[in-house]
Nanobody, 125 residues
């Protein structure tokens, strides 16, 4: 069971990046998927998630209207499209999954079973 996050890099403020989270060893189909980030000296925070079952999407207040989460079951991959990036979006971004997390609690770190290794996003001003 493995999650591989990729797509991070250096981008100027106002730019865009798309992160990918590819799963191996299991299928993501109806599992909960979360994107989290952790900046230096700060706690890990929920960015966006897809709850299990009903597959509703949720976003942290700081990224609403700028980030979009999606999934491609055929590729067993989840994406995080990040637009209008700001310097405060700079962080290591992680994806995580668990079989059953329902509702907005999927923005919390504690319910997740499996975590990817993280990909660094740096937004310059």
């Amino acid at each position: 069971v493995q999650l591989q996050a990729s797509g991070g890099g250096l981008v100027q403020a106002g730019g865009s990046l798309r992160l990918s989270c590819a799963a191996s060893g299991f299928t993501l189909d109806y599992r909960a998927i979360g994107w989290f980030r952790q900046a230096p000296g700060k706690e890990r925070e929920g960015v966006s998630c897809i709850s299990s079952g009903d597959l509703n999407t949720y976003y942290g207040n700081s990224v609403k209207g700028r980030f979009t989460v999606s999934r491609d079951n055929a590729k067993n991959t989840v994406y995080l499209q990040m637009n209008s990036l700001k310097p405060e979006d700079t962080a290591v971004y992680y994806c995580a999954t668990s079989r059953r997390i329902i509702g907005g609690i999927c923005l919390n770190t504690s319910p997740y079973e499996y975590w990817g290794q993280g990909t660094l996003v740096t937004v310059s001003s």
